[in-house]
């Protein structure tokens, strides 16, 4: 139980286009999810955090506007990669969790998503 | 802030070697420490957890002592076999003072030769 999908595993894009990457709790309702980015060998690092039907919580740093989360179903969570540059290439891991983010430290993951910006 | 450090891998064992991986942390409050497993192609799994000073977390032969006086969670195992080979990444959240964020360290990667 508690698996969590991400689509598509890997993309290619041409700069300046729009990447749009889903990720999907199979067998539980994601109340939380969470966005995370990890640059080659170094850590996880948290974009945002989001509750089905509200807006997102970016970290200090994280664009909004280039990095649009939707949490549009306790199943569903889309991360878009706006106008994406070389520079947003990286690998994205999303997460789940059944419950709130402040009454829980119980995490599910994907296994990611690598973008690659030509 | 809160921050996780971990030894630098990769770490490489002959199978039935002893692993230790190192793991400090900085932290206010009292979180909760967490050692996550990711195997080749696969997203990160909860490999064990302790969430208050000197509990011990263990599974499949893994472990790992919350130590608040060195503010350390280092995991160890006994006789690594070649299924272990996986990045190993400790995590702080939780506690006291939960957000719900989860705060990494690098990963460290061990690769466990027959």
């Known amino acids: 139980g508690a698996v969590v999908s991400q689509h598509p595993s890997r993309v290619i894009c041409k700069s300046g286009t729009s990447v749009k990457i889903e990720c999907r709790s199979l067998?539980?309702?994601?109340?939380?999810m969470f966005w995370y980015r990890q640059f080659p060998k170094q850590s996880l690092m948290l974009m945002a955090t989001?509750?089905?039907?509200?807006?997102?919580?970016?970290e200090q740093g994280v664009e909004k506007d280039k990095f649009l989360i939707n949490h549009a179903s306790l199943t569903l969570s889309t991360l878009t990669v706006t106008s994406a540059h070389p520079e947003d290439s990286s690998f994205y891991i999303c997460s789940a969790s059944p419950h709130l983010a402040a009454i829980t430290d119980t995490q599910y993951f994907g296994p990611g998503t690598r973008l690659t910006v030509l | 802030g809160n921050s996780v450090t971990q030894m630098e891998g990769p770490v490489t064992l002959s199978e039935e070697a002893f692993l230790t991986i190192n793991c400090t942390y900085t932290?206010?409050?009292?979180?909760?420490l967490f050692w996550y497993v990711q195997y080749p192609g696969e997203g990160l799994q909860l490999l064990l957890k302790a969430t208050k000073a000197d509990d011990k977390g263990s599974n499949k032969g893994f472990e790992a002592t919350y130590r608040k006086e060195t503010t350390s969670f280092h995991l160890e195992k006994g006789s690594v076999q070649v299924s272990d080979s996986a990045v190993y990444f400790c995590?702080?959240?939780?506690?006291?003072?939960?957000?719900?964020?989860?705060?990494f360290g690098q990963g460290t990667t061990l690769q466990v030769k027959p």
């Open positions: 067998d539980f309702q994601a109340t939380t």
């Open positions: 989001s509750n089905e039907g509200s807006k997102a919580t970016y």
């Open positions: 932290a206010t409050g009292y979180p909760s």
């Open positions: 995590a702080l959240g939780g506690g006291s003072s939960n957000t719900g964020k989860l705060i």
